[in-house]
C-alpha cells in the first residue's frame, strides 16, 4: 500500500491510496454492500457507472450467509461479485453493538445467536480475521467492540483496553493468514478502529497506543451511534491529530452530506453509511438544496427530474411523476431509481469535495454547500 497526500487545507486532506485492487481517491465514499449486495437491485454495471471507488461488506454478515468459506471457495468477494475496484469488509464489531441483545461477550471473543436462524456463532479476533482472510477483501477492520455512546464511564474504559488487546491478536493473525499458501489476497490491509465513546481523554490515549501499532490505516468507531451531532464533530477534533497523519483515516458509519463536509474539513478521508441506499428506498432523495420526500402529492404530476443538471440514471431519463408513480405502484423500479440518484448525489458530492481541495476553495466550497442544502425547501 501506498498513501500519498497531494493537498491539504487546514486539517482536511486530498490524497490518493494505492492498493493490490487500485487506486482510492480520497477523501472517498464507500457505498454499502452489506451482503455483497446494494440494497435496492443495483448491479456492479450500475456502480460503475454512477463513479463507486469502493464498496464495504459486512464480515458477520457473509459469514452467516452464504458462509465466507464458500466465498474462497468461489475466488474470493471480488469475484463472487464481479466488481474489480477496492472492498472494504467491516469486521463484525459492529454487530457487537447492533445485536447486543443476541451476544455476550468475553476476553476470547462474542458469543452470538445468529440473526437468521438462531443457531450459535463464535467470533473473536482470530475468527474475524479468517473470515475476512476467506472473503480476500482489500482491506480488513480489526474485531473490536462498539460501545454506546452513553455508556459509562468504566465500562468503556474496560472495553477500549479489551479492543487494544483485540487488536493486537488481529495484527499478527493477519500478518500469519497474508504468509499462507493458500490466502487469495496476500497484500490484505488491516486498519485498526479507535473507540472510546463521547469521553476525549479515553479517545486520545486509544489513539496514541494504537498509532504505536503501524497499522495500514485507522477508523474512528463508535460515532452517529445516538450521540450529538457536535460531540460527533468535538471527537473527531480531539482524536485525529493523535492518529498517524501518513495514514489514511475512516469515520465509521457516517453519515448526512453535512456530516461528511464537516469531517473532511477535520482530517478524515473514508466514510461509510446506509443513509443513501436506505433513505433512497423509502423516497427521500438528496439534493443540492435539501432533501424531498418524492411520496409527497406535490410531485405527483411534476414532469421533472429529481434535481435540474444531475447526472444519475434516473434524472437523466425519467421524471418525479414517473418514479413517485412507480413507488406508489410498489414496483421495484421506483426504489431502484431512487437508490441510484441517492449514490450517485454522495459519489459526486466527494468529486466536488476533492476538486475544491485540489484547487486550494474547500473552505469556500463547503460553506456555500452547507448553505444550500439546509436552506429552505427544494424549488
Given at each position: 500500500m501506498e498513501y500519498k497526500i497531494l493537498k491539504t487545507e487546514g486539517a482536511a486532506k486530498r490524497a490518493q491510496m494505492t492498493t493490490v485492487h487500485g487506486v482510492i481517491q480520497t477523501p472517498v465514499f464507500m457505498n454499502v454492500g452489506t451482503v455483497a449486495a446494494i440494497k435496492g437491485a443495483v448491479s456492479t454495471e450500475d456502480l460503475e457507472q454512477i463513479g463507486t471507488q469502493v464498496q464495504l461488506s459486512n464480515t458477520y454478515h457473509l459469514h452467516v450467509r452464504p458462509g465466507d468459506e464458500i466465498v474462497k471457495t468461489l475466488g474470493g468477494l471480488h469475484k463472487f461479485m464481479s466488481w474489480k475496484k477496492p472492498i472494504l469488509?467491516?469486521?463484525?464489531?459492529?454487530?457487537?453493538?447492533?445485536?447486543?441483545g443476541l451476544r455476550k461477550i468475553k476476553e476470547e471473543g462474542v458469543y452470538f445467536h445468529s440473526h437468521i436462524d438462531g443457531r450459535k456463532i463464535f467470533m473473536g479476533p482470530e475468527e474475524s480475521m479468517q473470515i475476512q482472510s476467506n472473503l480476500a477483501s482489500t482491506i480488513a477492520m480489526a474485531f473490536d467492540e462498539c460501545p454506546a455512546s452513553t455508556a459509562e464511564r468504566e465500562y468503556v474504559e474496560a472495553s477500549v483496553a479489551r479492543t487494544t488487546r483485540w487488536l493486537e491478536r488481529c495484527k499478527r493473525k493477519m500478518a500469519e493468514l497474508n504468509q499462507r499458501e493458500d490466502t487469495i489476497n496476500k497484500a490484505q490491509l488491516l486498519f485498526g478502529i479507535n473507540q472510546g465513546a463521547i469521553f476525549p481523554d479515553i479517545r486520545i490515549e486509544h489513539a496514541k497506543r494504537i498509532s504505536e501499532l503501524e497499522l495500514d490505516g485507522y477508523a474512528i468507531g463508535g460515532l452517529a451511534v445516538g450521540e450529538s451531532h457536535t460531540e460527533m464533530y468535538h471527537i473527531i477534533e480531539e482524536t485525529v491529530p493523535y492518529l498517524p497523519k501518513d495514514k489514511p483515516t475512516y469515520l465509521m458509519g457516517v453519515g448526512t452530506p453535512a456530516n461528511i463536509l464537516e469531517a473532511v474539513d477535520r482530517g478524515i478521508d473514508f466514510f461509510d453509511c446506509v443513509y443513501p441506499t436506505r433513505n433512497g428506498r423509502h423516497a427521500h432523495l438528496y439534493?443540492?438544496?435539501?432533501?424531498?420526500?418524492?411520496?409527497?402529492?406535490q410531485y405527483e404530476t411534476d414532469d421533472r427530474p429529481i434535481e435540474e443538471g444531475c447526472g444519475c440514471p434516473a434524472c437523466r431519463r425519467y421524471s418525479r411523476a414517473y418514479i413517485r408513480h412507480l413507488l406508489k405502484a410498489k414496483e421495484m423500479l421506483g426504489m431502484r431509481l431512487c437508490v441510484l440518484h441517492n449514490l450517485y448525489f454522495y459519489n459526486h458530492l466527494m468529486t466536488e469535495i476533492r476538486d475544491a481541495l485540489d484547487n486550494g476553495r474547500f473552505q469556500e466550497y463547503k460553506k456555500d454547500k452547507l448553505e444550500k442544502m439546509t436552506g429552505g425547501q427544494y424549488p
Amino acid at each position: 500500500m501506498e498513501y500519498k497526500i497531494l493537498k491539504t487545507e487546514g486539517a482536511a486532506k486530498r490524497a490518493q491510496m494505492t492498493t493490490v485492487h487500485g487506486v482510492i481517491q480520497t477523501p472517498v465514499f464507500m457505498n454499502v454492500g452489506t451482503v455483497a449486495a446494494i440494497k435496492g437491485a443495483v448491479s456492479t454495471e450500475d456502480l460503475e457507472q454512477i463513479g463507486t471507488q469502493v464498496q464495504l461488506s459486512n464480515t458477520y454478515h457473509l459469514h452467516v450467509r452464504p458462509g465466507d468459506e464458500i466465498v474462497k471457495t468461489l475466488g474470493g468477494l471480488h469475484k463472487f461479485m464481479s466488481w474489480k475496484k477496492p472492498i472494504l469488509t467491516d469486521s463484525g464489531g459492529f454487530q457487537v453493538f447492533s445485536l447486543a441483545g443476541l451476544r455476550k461477550i468475553k476476553e476470547e471473543g462474542v458469543y452470538f445467536h445468529s440473526h437468521i436462524d438462531g443457531r450459535k456463532i463464535f467470533m473473536g479476533p482470530e475468527e474475524s480475521m479468517q473470515i475476512q482472510s476467506n472473503l480476500a477483501s482489500t482491506i480488513a477492520m480489526a474485531f473490536d467492540e462498539c460501545p454506546a455512546s452513553t455508556a459509562e464511564r468504566e465500562y468503556v474504559e474496560a472495553s477500549v483496553a479489551r479492543t487494544t488487546r483485540w487488536l493486537e491478536r488481529c495484527k499478527r493473525k493477519m500478518a500469519e493468514l497474508n504468509q499462507r499458501e493458500d490466502t487469495i489476497n496476500k497484500a490484505q490491509l488491516l486498519f485498526g478502529i479507535n473507540q472510546g465513546a463521547i469521553f476525549p481523554d479515553i479517545r486520545i490515549e486509544h489513539a496514541k497506543r494504537i498509532s504505536e501499532l503501524e497499522l495500514d490505516g485507522y477508523a474512528i468507531g463508535g460515532l452517529a451511534v445516538g450521540e450529538s451531532h457536535t460531540e460527533m464533530y468535538h471527537i473527531i477534533e480531539e482524536t485525529v491529530p493523535y492518529l498517524p497523519k501518513d495514514k489514511p483515516t475512516y469515520l465509521m458509519g457516517v453519515g448526512t452530506p453535512a456530516n461528511i463536509l464537516e469531517a473532511v474539513d477535520r482530517g478524515i478521508d473514508f466514510f461509510d453509511c446506509v443513509y443513501p441506499t436506505r433513505n433512497g428506498r423509502h423516497a427521500h432523495l438528496y439534493t443540492n438544496a435539501g432533501k424531498i420526500n418524492l411520496m409527497n402529492a406535490q410531485y405527483e404530476t411534476d414532469d421533472r427530474p429529481i434535481e435540474e443538471g444531475c447526472g444519475c440514471p434516473a434524472c437523466r431519463r425519467y421524471s418525479r411523476a414517473y418514479i413517485r408513480h412507480l413507488l406508489k405502484a410498489k414496483e421495484m423500479l421506483g426504489m431502484r431509481l431512487c437508490v441510484l440518484h441517492n449514490l450517485y448525489f454522495y459519489n459526486h458530492l466527494m468529486t466536488e469535495i476533492r476538486d475544491a481541495l485540489d484547487n486550494g476553495r474547500f473552505q469556500e466550497y463547503k460553506k456555500d454547500k452547507l448553505e444550500k442544502m439546509t436552506g429552505g425547501q427544494y424549488p
